[in-house]
């Protein structure tokens, strides 16, 4: 119980460095897009590290609850720290939909046109502003879930996991669905995680999903926890007791936890020393195609947990790596104190305390009181 009220206690409270609003014109739409870009706190806390990138669709309406899921998810490292971008554009019919229709001849068809914008033109436009790595992730739901499901089945995608949540795929008499046949055996330019998820939808949203699901098990074998596909590994959940508008939240939150399932090294409170947390992390590069390095919550997790479950050496080994990698965080000073207190090295502590409030002064730090309070019983231990 003690580890538990800790760890709420220094994590209890997900902060984010920023939000940006801009607008980047499409040469291949010749359009204008609107775009929100959420960065991790940590982005701060160091000039190199870089990032995996979350592209949300319909980000007027679905941003928000995404990157702030994000942000709570990855502070209990249940999945990696990322960069959330939320994309919006008034022509959604005309972008997300594969064909084009009699009925909307002049206001669809245009997926693979908005596919080629997100991957050739806004995904280097943001490795040029931020620090971006190569790990993408694309999201979208109902008519944007038709869309990151014709993205999921395009063999030459360059995105490494896409989510479509209560996807629109009754479009064109299903012809996504029919068209999958063709495309799921096809060679893939890089593996893909797709996650699939439906609501309470009735008629045709229903059957074409399970027509989709049907399409997925006949043609890769496998069941609702995936397969073993080397090149696509697909997942799905149904969500009975939500409507097609309440399922977003859920169908995200789901959706993300479960690409990333195991993705926590030690979930409860057992514990591992450095180098076997970055074994672990290793192993996860065969099943992501993707060595992700240690976040900076990452190590404030695994370091403090070791350290309260007395494994103190541990806790400063990680957490003395973590203040390296990501030397302005002022929540890692902080932890390293205390790993170095408890580890009796009082000399250590207060000069990591000291670093940590200096750190959390000049940016203002939600911890500063945390911190200070800590500065203050060091310095007293230190007079006895």
Known sequence: MRLVLV?????????????????????????????????????????????????????????????????????????????????????????????RIAKFKDNSGDAEQFRQFLEQELLSELGKKYRTSDYQILTGHSLAGL???????????????????????WWDSNWLVLKSAELLPAKRAKPLRWFLSMASEPNDMASAFAAQIKQLQDGLGANSTGNASKQLHWFYKHFPDETHDSTPLVGNIEALKTLFAGWNAVPEIAVMPLKDLKHFYRQKSAEFGYEFPLFAQQYNVYGLKA????????????????????????????????AYDLDRQLEQAIKASDK???????????????????????QSQAKK
């Not at 609107?34 to 190199?48: M, V």
């Not at 869309?147 to 795929?169: E, G, H, K, M, R």
């Open 356 to 378: 940590a409030v200096l750190l959390a002064k000049q940016t203002d730090s939600v911890f500063l009181n945390e911190i200070l309070s800590q500065a203050k019983h060091l």
């Open 7 to 99: 760890l709420m206690f220094f994590f209890s409270t997900a902060v984010f460095a920023q939000t940006d609003k801009t607008v980047i014109h499409s040469e291949i739409l010749n359009d204008d897009i609107n775009l929100q870009i959420h960065l991790p706190d940590t982005y701060a806390h160091s000039n190199d590290f870089n990032y995996p990138v979350l592209i949300v669709l319909d980000g007027s309406t679905q941003f928000e609850h995404v990157a702030a899921n994000v942000g709570f998810l990855s502070t209990y490292a249940i999945i990696p720290e990322m960069i959330t971008v939320g994309v919006s554009s008034n022509q959604r019919m005309k972008y997300f939909t594969p064909t």
């Open 307 to 338: 350290t309260y479950e007395q494994k103190t050496a541990w806790g400063v080994e990680i957490l003395a790596e973590g203040t390296r990698t990501f030397p302005y965080s002022e929540v890692l000073w902080d932890s390293l104190a205390t």
């Open 147 to 169: 869309f990151t499901s014709y993205v999921a089945l395009t063999p030459n995608s360059q995105f490494d996991a896409v989510i479509s949540i209560s996807p629109s795929l």
